[in-house]
């Protein structure tokens, strides 16, 4: 790793060929632009140096840039990879939108034969995750994976934060997401009582509030998580019906319905447009679901737990055949000739 703005002497990194590469890095053209999420591939043409093939790729954050070697880049990225075979590889990588210390340590990474002398801290994690996603390395992305499973494991304050960065990053629908959510799920007794339980973002908060699996005492304890995650930040009464719909108010008994629009109406702002959320929530038929998957007959939040007759859902004991309908017999020539 070498920061650009030092000076180097003749016959290092810097070779008379990259020296003309340097200065023609602000000369982009705009077709040869490749834009995803925050990073930008820029394309740089220059008639300079066709006989030597350059060699380098640069790194360039807010502060530093760092040079690195394509065959040792090839080793970790798949991207840069199939970039080199097609003869497409960028001089410069613009990564000025990331935390430097994530590029500084994404860079140590591969000098350091995949192992990194630096630590490894929640604020940068983010930006390394997405930097090595696009770039296809793969090998980082497993460490990282190992990384955060471990860590959210022993720790319910870095579970909370991985929640906010794999919304942010958009990694709810991958492995590491699916994972993280499991996880949260089985220790939402938790995370539903700590200060930063209110910072969870929207999509993750409906995924662990809907799961059948939730680890909890009773319904209630989704009652309380919900109206407090609501009433957190005055905005959130437009998800109003989202997160209530996560509610199984067959499971409530009469009293705990009851307590659920008094804890509604005890908030401090927004209680009657809530009020009027819950209302059309729990009064739609669907609210009246139950789970009756066989599978899930040891969750506390599948079937009739509470046995009320109201909420029964008989269903046939007879076998249930659907049988195709006959297509109609289409009259022919000779069914469709006039009489005499």
């Known amino acids: ?13 810097y070779n008379a060929c990259n020296d003309q590469m340097n200065n023609s890095l ?3 053209n705009n077709e040869g632009v490749i834009s995803t999420n925050n990073l930008f591939i820029f394309f740089i043409t220059t008639n300079h140096c066709k006989s030597e093939k350059i060699r380098k790729v640069i790194f360039h954050s807010h502060r530093d840039d760092f040079i690195i070697d394509i065959d040792l880049l090839k080793e970790y990225s798949k991207k840069i990879e ?14 000025s939108n990331y935390d430097v210390v994530a590029v500084a340590t994404l860079v140590d990474y591969m000098i350091n034969g995949g192992n990194t002398k630096a630590r490894i801290t929640s604020s940068i994690l983010g930006d390394m995750t997405e930097i090595a996603r696009i770039l296809e390395m793969e090998s980082l992305l497993k460490k990282i994976e190992e990384f955060i499973l471990i860590s959210v494991t022993q720790n319910e304050q870095f579970l909370v934060h991985t929640l906010t960065m794999i919304c942010v990053q958009i990694l709810l629908d991958t492995s590491l997401g699916r994972k993280v959510i499991d996880i949260a799920v089985n220790k939402f007794p938790i995370i539903r009582k700590m200060a930063s339980f209110s910072d969870i973002p ?14 909890i005492s009773n319904e209630y304890d989704v009652v309380e998580a919900s109206i407090t995650w609501l009433a957190a930040k005055p905005e959130r009464v437009h998800f109003s019906h989202l ?25 401090s702002k927004y209680a009657q447009i809530m009020s009027a959320f819950a209302h059309y929530t729990f009064n739609n038929t669907n609210s009246l679901r139950v789970c009756v998957l066989t599978e899930h007959n040891s969750y506390k939040r599948c079937g009739n737990r509470s046995s009320q007759a109201q909420f029964l859902i008989r ?4 076998k249930i055949v659907y049988r195709r309908k006959a297509p ?9 000739r006039p009489s005499n």
């Open 82 to 95: 199939k970039l080199e075979r097609d003869g497409k590889v960028p001089k410069r990588l613009d990564l």
């Open 202 to 215: 929207l999509d993750a908060i409906l995924r662990i509030l809907d799961r059948c699996d939730l680890n």
């Open 328 to 336: 109609p017999v289409k009259a022919s020539y000779i069914t469709a």
């Open 243 to 267: 997160v209530l719909r996560c509610i199984r108010i067959v499971n409530l008994t009469p009293d705990q319905r009851f307590d659920l629009f008094t804890l509604i109406d005890n908030m």
């Open 1 to 13: 790793m070498m920061d650009a703005s030092e000076k180097e002497s003749p016959g290092s990194i």
């Open 315 to 318: 269903v046939p004991s007879r």
């Open 26 to 28: 602000g000369n982009v």
